[in-house]
């Protein structure tokens, strides 16, 4: 069974950085897709950012410039370093891993950011 922690997460002023961590446990095998979203209270999850485990990263507009994905294969990690946060990026941040070879995702249970004005 595929385990997703996120951590990272926490209260900053808007204009700060963050980084978030996700470290994905259980087996991890093959062609994969490591991303991240976020859900504000009142809204729907959004995607944020993507990386492949072949390096590939692809990005939401909203976040574009501001927000960097990345990963460790070998300690199955993703990070998303976030710079230059705004209120309005305020929620609860997922991790998510997609495997190609099956169709399955898998969910972590999400962290908490708060950027106050």
């Known amino acids: 069974q595929v385990q997703l922690v996120e951590s990272g997460g926490g209260l900053v002023q808007a204009e700060g950085s963050l980084i978030l961590s996700c470290a994905a446990s259980?087996?991890?095998?093959?062609?994969?897709?490591m991303g991240w979203y976020r859900q504000a209270p009142g809204k729907q999850r959004e995607f944020l950012a993507r990386?492949?485990?072949?390096?590939?990263?692809d990005y939401a507009d909203s976040v574009k410039g501001r927000f960097t994905i990345s990963r460790d294969n070998a300690k199955n990690t993703v990070l998303l370093q976030m710079n230059s946060l705004k209120p309005e990026d305020t929620a609860v941040y997922y991790c998510?891993?997609?495997?190609?070879?099956?169709?399955?995702?898998?969910w972590g249970k999400g962290t908490l950011v708060t950027v106050s004005s």
């Open positions: 998510k891993l997609d495997f190609a070879i099956n169709g399955r995702s898998y």
């Open positions: 259980g087996v991890i095998f093959g062609f994969n897709t």
């Open positions: 990386v492949s485990s072949g390096g590939t990263t």
